[in-house]
Each structure stands twice: as structure tokens, then as C-alpha cells.
């Protein structure tokens, strides 16, 4: 079955860029069949969705990240990655990657949790 | 942007009782755009229902979804013990997710 692993630092200084990484396994990130997504989740709060990417390369963000965001795959590695630029305590958060059938994310990560701290 | 606003915030209700969780849309939707979500304690949301009405591979039938416009509801039927958990549903449109601000359930 597909299944989806985040990976990356679990701390990251203010002002620097978080950086993440999906690892997935079960399916082919370059297949065309689906998008790949960031989502993130401050403890105790709901969920955001980041932005995603497509095998084409083709990327949309959330409007409100989109200055600091930027989502890349790698096809050989079979992963999909995040930056996210001049953090700051706001950002510390549980971060999701999932896969994107367009309208609905069907499969999740475990989810990996990042803090913004000095 | 639309904006889903989810209720009640908490729901308290006992085993083999109904629950019926509600989601209301800023403006009129597409019943296709609207998907709940499940999230237990500790673990990633898990895709519920989407198109509205349409579970998911492997959710039970106790999970039914509902609704057109700006009304939407998920409604359990018969609550276990393991339905403990926020609820969550999600808009997509404008090649953008927003998300309602959840609703928790609890089992008494």
C-alpha cells in the first residue's frame, strides 16, 4: 500500500529556512495520477494546507505562505520536498505530507514535528 | 476565500448514540469540493468522506455524509468508542485547501 514519510530537522533557528522531506513508497510521484501536499498543524489548532506539487512540476501555495514557500519533487528519489524561508515561532508546527487526488488527501504521513526556537 | 465555520465545537455523547457534526460554507459550494476528515489523538487525519456524501475506502457505514450549498453535516450513527476524535472538513476550489476550524467529539 502507498504510505508516506516526512523527514527533517525537529528544530530550526528563527529567521532560517525549515526544510522537509517526503519519502514515498507505494506509488510513483512522477506517475500523473495525483498531486503531493503539505499541510501543517500548530499544536492544539486545525490544519493548513501549505501548497503542493505535480509531476509536471506545476506547484500551487496557500496564499498566505506563498511568499516563503517553495515545494519541489525529486522523481529519482521518489520524494517531494518543502522549504519554508524566515521562520519564525509561528511556524512550529506538525508537519503532514499527504497525497493529493485533486479534491480530497486520501493518504497521510505520520507527520513530523518541527520547532522554532533559538 | 471561503470559509467553513464546523459545529458545535465539542460534542459529548454516549456509545450507540447519533452524532451530527455540522459544517457551514461562507458562500455556496460545490457538494464534489466538500471532504471530512477524522483525527484521533496523536495521529494524522484520516479522509472520511468526500463529494460530500461518498466514504472513503474501508470507513464503516456508520459514517454517512450529507448536504448542498453552504450546509453541509457528518453524521455517525451509532457511536464506538473509537469515533473519539476531531473532525474536520476541508474545501478545495481555486487550486487551494482550506479547512473548517474542527469539531471535537467525545465519548461519555
Known amino acids: 500500500q502507498v504510505q508516506l514519510q516526512e523527514s527533517g530537522p525537529g528544530l530550526v533557528k528563527p529567521s532560517q529556512t525549515l526544510s522537509l522531506t517526503c519519502s514515498v513508497s507505494?506509488?510513483?510521484?512522477?506517475?500523473?495520477?495525483?498531486?503531493w501536499s503539505w499541510v501543517r498543524q500548530p499544536a492544539g489548532k486545525g490544519l493548513e494546507w501549505i501548497g503542493r506539487v505535480y509531476s509536471s512540476g506545476t506547484t500551487n501555495y496557500n496564499p498566505s505562505l506563498e511568499s516563503r514557500v517553495t515545494i519541489s519533487m525529486d522523481t529519482s528519489k521518489n520524494q517531494f520536498s518543502l522549504n519554508l524561508t524566515s521562520v519564525t515561532a509561528a511556524d512550529t508546527a506538525v508537519y503532514y505530507c499527504a497525497r493529493d487526488r485533486v479534491i480530497r488527501m486520501d493518504v497521510w504521513g505520520q507527520g513530523t514535528t518541527v520547532t522554532v526556537s533559538s | 476565500e471561503i470559509v467553513l465555520t464546523q459545529s458545535p465545537g465539542t460534542l459529548s455523547l454516549s456509545p450507540g448514540e447519533r452524532a451530527t457534526l455540522s459544517c457551514r460554507a461562507s458562500?455556496?459550494?460545490?457538494?464534489?469540493?466538500l471532504v471530512w476528515y477524522q483525527q484521533r489523538l496523536g495521529q494524522a487525519p484520516r479522509l472520511l468522506i468526500y463529494?460530500?456524501?461518498t466514504r472513503a475506502t474501508g470507513i464503516p457505514d456508520r459514517f454517512s455524509g450529507s448536504g448542498s450549498g453552504t450546509e453541509f453535516t457528518l453524521t455517525i450513527s451509532r457511536l464506538e468508542p473509537e469515533d473519539v476524535a476531531v473532525y474536520y472538513c476541508q474545501h478545495y476550489g481555486n487550486s487551494m485547501f482550506t479547512f473548517g476550524q474542527g469539531a471535537k467529539l467525545e465519548i461519555k
Open positions: 458562500q455556496s459550494i460545490s457538494a464534489n469540493s
Open positions: 507505494g506509488a510513483s510521484v512522477s506517475s500523473g495520477s495525483y498531486y
Open positions: 463529494a460530500a456524501s
